[in-house]
Antibody, heavy 116, light 107 residues
Framework: EVKLVESGGGLVQPGRSLKLSCAASGFSFNDYWMGWVRQAPGKGLEWIGE????????NYTPSLKDKFTISRDNAQNTLYLQMSKLGSEDTAIYYC?????????WGQGVMVTVSS | DIQVTQSPSSLLASLGERVTITCQTS??????LNWYQQKPGQAPMLLIY???SLQTGMPSRFSGQYSGRSFTLTITSLEPEDIANYFCLQHYSAPWTFGGGTKLELK
């Protein structure tokens, strides 16, 4: 069974950084592209970016490119999202997703709240 | 970016009713659109991929069609377990973009 479990969320002060993790199991992690999506309260889903199997290609939605960094550790079957200079607009549920051409499996998401 | 307009944003329907949800894209994306179902507190689940293909394990009462830039998700006969949020995703070009979602509730 494919399983994706996000962690690392919580309350963070504006301007600080936070790193999310996504633990993958039930499939060969290093065979797939992986990505991150978020959903702010009351808003639609927003694709953050994706990373290929060997981390040689990482794509971001342009508006988030300078703030977020996606990485992965294939030995640990884990995907990461490093977020910096967080603001209230980054308050959202963050989902990791598996997918080469589109996301086929998603995690349940982790909440990040940016507030003083 | 490709804009995806989903309608309706909310929908009240009765059990056994036929339900249709639509996504319209701002430019042609061929069949590069998926539909997902999400229940509260759960991970989104892939329902339909490449506009018309039913994901393995999903009930056959779900179907997808498209014509040009207009895509539809149909539930032929609403079951209680279908009460959920539904959204579409275009994966024709980066950045992927999503419809605004449809909240399906029981009448």
């Amino acid at each position: 069974e494919v399983k994706l479990v996000e962690s690392g969320g919580g309350l963070v002060q504006p301007g600080r950084s936070l790193k999310l993790s996504c633990a993958a199991s039930g499939f060969s992690f290093n065979d797939y592209w992986m990505g991150w999506v978020r959903q702010a309260p009351g808003k639609g889903l927003e694709w953050i970016g994706e990373i290929n199997q060997d981390s040689s290609t990482i794509n971001y939605t342009p508006s988030l490119k300078d703030k977020f960094t996606i990485s992965r550790d294939n030995a640990q079957n884990t995907l990461y999202l490093q977020m910096s200079k967080l603001g209230s607009e980054d308050t959202a549920i963050y989902y990791c997703a598996r997918g080469d051409y589109y996301p086929d499996y998603w995690g349940q998401g982790v909440m990040v709240t940016v507030s003083s | 970016d490709i804009q995806v307009t989903q309608s309706p944003s909310s929908l009240l329907a009765s059990l056994g009713e036929r339900v249709t949800i639509t996504c319209q894209t701002s430019q042609s994306i061929s069949n590069n659109l998926n539909w997902y179902q999400q229940k509260p507190g759960q991970a989104p689940m892939l329902l339909i991929y490449y506009a018309t293909s039913l994901q393995t394990g999903m009930p056959s009462r779900f179907s997808g069609q498209y014509s040009g830039r207009s895509f539809t998700l149909t539930i032929t006969s609403l079951e209680p377990e279908d009460i959920a949020n539904y959204f579409c995703l275009q994966h024709y070009s980066a950045p992927w973009t999503f419809g605004g979602g449809t909240k399906l509730e029981l009448k």
